[in-house]
Structure formats: C-alpha cells, structure tokens
C-alpha cells in the first residue's frame, strides 16, 4: 500500500511580524499548527529558523528534518495546553536526578562522578537554593521539600517555548539540573551532555564500546543539542516578556 506524501506546494517562505510575535508564511499564507493553531513564535531569529527548515524542503515535504518546527508545533498544540501537567512531569525529576545517584565501587568511578557532578550540584544550590543530597545504591533517597520546592518554581515559570526546550533537555540528560545549567550557559553543552553519561563513558572504557548503544547515543545528543538551539532562538531578540508567552 502506497503512503501519501505531503507535496512541496510554495515557491517562498517568509517570516512575518504579528502584533502578539512572528509568524511564517508560505507564498503569503500563513503555517498553522497540526491542530490548527496560529503558529506565533516569540522571536525573530526562531521564526527565521522554521522558515529556513520550510525553504529547505524538495520536492517532498520531510517533518522529519524540521525539528525546530515540529518543536514549535509541540510548544502551541501540547505544552501550552496542558502546562502545569507537563511542568509538574519535568520538576519530578528532581526527587530523582541522575547527579543524585553515586556508585558505591570502584573509586575511579566514585571520583569521576563527584568530580563532574558535585559542581553542578553545587551551582543549583547556590544559584536555586535547591541543596540535593546525592545517594549510593539504586534506590532513590528521597529529597527535601524546600529544595523540590525551589527546583519546582524555576519549572512551572517557564513559559510554553522554553518548557518545550527544557523537557528535551532533562529528558534526554534524566538530570533537572543538568536541564537548569544548559538554560543558564553554565557549561558548554557538550559537557554538559558528558557530564549525563559520566557512568557510560566509564563502562565503554572498562567493557569496549557496543556500537548500536553508541549510535543511539549520538542520537539522543543530536536531540540534545537541538533543545539547545530551540531554546537559543527563542531568547534571541525576543518580542514578549516572558510573563506574556505562557499560552495557557
């Protein structure tokens, strides 16, 4: 059986100015969202970028290969419209962050996890004031309520865009905190996304490396990276205030 494809239909994407953002137009029509929804974005330089993804399209139409319009789509159609169930998943995380779980043996190991994740552990306190207690074992040890508290209200303020952006990062990392540091430019993402796989990277030192977790890998830090750059275009040159990008 046969699978329809979306057909290349315009000569020119453009981006347009709104009185609420931006908008991308096709030959003067504007681009809807899946559901149906206007397609407003909060900054120039984001709109730019989905017009660039819309102008790079042959022939045949590849949502595949636009991940900062699919992202868009993702902020107005779902995030927006269920925010504080989507913010509350995301600041779940902290009870149990990957930063909070410490190998019990070897030392090498035990060393390499304190020495890149006792930094950042120390950053969100400071910053946050969200102290969080790192563990041994599996079993998760339950955090305190102020920290989960602190860590929380930086989640649920986040406007519809960033919050898109902000579940890839901590999804892809399992760490809020490495989430928090790439939106604040604490580090460089790509160390920040080695400091996520402090225990894979000393596993394929000890064990070699199993090339289909590698490509997989490579993936998730391509999508990593990606969250990276969607959040970079949304704050740059951006038109609304934070308070007003909330679409709920």
Not at 102 to 117: G, K
Not at 209 to 214: H, I, L
């Amino acid at each position: 059986m046969s699978t329809w494809k979306a057909k290349r239909f315009w000569k020119a994407a453009d981006v347009a100015e709104s009185g609420t953002g931006f908008t991308v137009h096709l030959d003067g029509r504007p681009v809807k969202t899946p559901a149906k929804r206007d397609l407003v974005l909060p900054s120039r330089a984001l709109a730019q970028a989905v017009a660039a993804e819309w102008d790079a399209q042959d022939d045949e139409v590849r949502p595949q290969t636009m991940p900062i319009m699919r992202a868009s789509n993702a902020a107005i159609d779902k995030v927006a419209q269920q925010h504080a169930e989507v913010a509350g998943l995301i600041a779940a995380y902290g009870d149990s962050d990957l930063l909070c779980f410490r190998a019990e043996s070897p030392d090498e190991l035990i060393r390499r996890q304190a020495d890149t994740w006792d930094p950042l552990l120390d950053w969100a306190e400071a910053r946050f004031g969200a102290k969080l207690i790192p563990t041994t074992g599996i079993m998760p040890n339950p955090q305190g309520a102020d920290a989960l508290e602190a860590l929380s209200r930086q989640v649920h303020g986040m406007d519809a865009f960033t919050l898109t952006a902000f579940h890839d990062l901590v999804g892809l990392s399992g760490s809020l905190v490495i989430g928090l540091a790439a939106l604040h430019g604490q580090d460089e993402i790509g160390d920040l996304w080695r400091a996520s796989r402090v225990d894979e990277i000393w596993q394929e030192e000890q064990w070699g490396v199993d090339e289909e977790a590698c490509e997989m890998a490579a993936v998730k830090e391509q999508a990593f990276r990606a969250a990276k750059t969607f959040y970079n275009l949304i704050h740059d040159d951006l038109k609304l205030p934070d308070s007003c990008l909330n679409l709920r």
